[in-house]
């Protein structure tokens, strides 16, 4: 298959190895990917905000980015289900808002190949076993994007269950927000605390060496407050665990925001 990567903006600054190991990973199970640099923010910032008019140029800029290409591409992944929920869920939401009949369409027709990259792997690809090598314990936590909005369910775990070397340990209130939302841990900065402070302590207990997920958002919000903890899990991407074999593993110093960072 022919598939596009659209990084996201926080991987582009903040984990750009998480970016990395997604190529890495597909072009492994032997597909290719394209990289399109006109690529920018999806509008998520602004659409969870509840700034639809404000989003509605972003969201115009990333359909005209994509729809031009999808007679020549399979999919496009974005390693984030937060960003890949906001194109699917959101996108057309904006256009409707802004009584854009033809953006709308558009829209529509971006998102219905627009995946997230467990999606992508189980349900495109047909793949759970991907060759990957992780001889550490991990605890997997469902970002609520992922889980509410896309709805990916077991996908993750299947693809951590089937990693070589691996052992996954239940997370405790797994289903709980970590307590990042964007702009809401800025503008409600004490609550926002108080649950990744819970957040923490649930990973903590699990006695994993890792705390794993599919958004690197949520990764950098809770192994921000592992690392001031002085907590030892450390936080990676999912798309890192599955990218690492025994010929190529993980690099610890390639977690986000843990203590080897």
Do not use: W
Not at 184 to 196: E, G, I, L, R, Y
Not at 203 to 213: C, I, L, N, P
Not at 238 to 258: H, M, N, W
Request: contains cysteine.
């Amino acid at each position: 298959m022919r598939i596009s990567l659209m990084t996201t903006c926080l991987v582009d600054v903040m984990a750009p190895d998480v970016a990395r190991a997604t190529v890495t990973l597909l072009e492994r199970l032997g597909h290719e990917v394209v990289f399109d640099k006109r690529q920018t923010c999806c509008g998520q910032m602004h659409t969870n905000t509840g700034y639809y008019t404000e989003a509605a140029p972003v969201v115009r800029s990333f359909v005209d980015t994509y729809e031009p290409s999808l007679d020549s591409i399979d999919a496009i992944v974005m390693p984030s289900g937060s960003c890949a929920g906001c194109v699917r869920d959101q996108h057309q939401l904006v256009a409707q808002h802004e009584g854009d009949s033809e953006l709308e369409e558009r829209a529509a027709a971006v998102s219905a190949k627009t995946y997230e990259l467990s999606e992508l792997l189980v349900d495109v690809l047909k793949v759970t076993d991907v060759g990957a090598y992780f001889p550490h314990s991990v605890t997997y936590h469902p970002t609520c994007h992922s889980m509410r909005v896309l709805k990916v369910g077991a996908r993750p775990v299947k693809l951590l269950r089937a990693v070589e070397g691996i052992e996954v340990r239940n997370l405790p209130e797994s289903d709980t927000c970590c307590g990042f939302g964007g702009t809401f841990s800025v503008k409600n900065d004490a609550t926002s605390d108080a649950m990744v402070t819970d957040k923490a302590a649930n990973v903590v207990s699990t006695g994993a060496e890792f705390v794993v997920a599919g958004d690197a958002s949520c990764l950098m919000n809770i192994g921000g407050k592992l690392r001031r903890n002085g907590a030892a899990p450390q936080s990676v991407h999912l798309a890192q665990i599955l990218a690492s074999t025994r010929e190529e593993p993980f690099v610890p110093s390639q977690t986000i925001l843990g203590r080897a960072s």
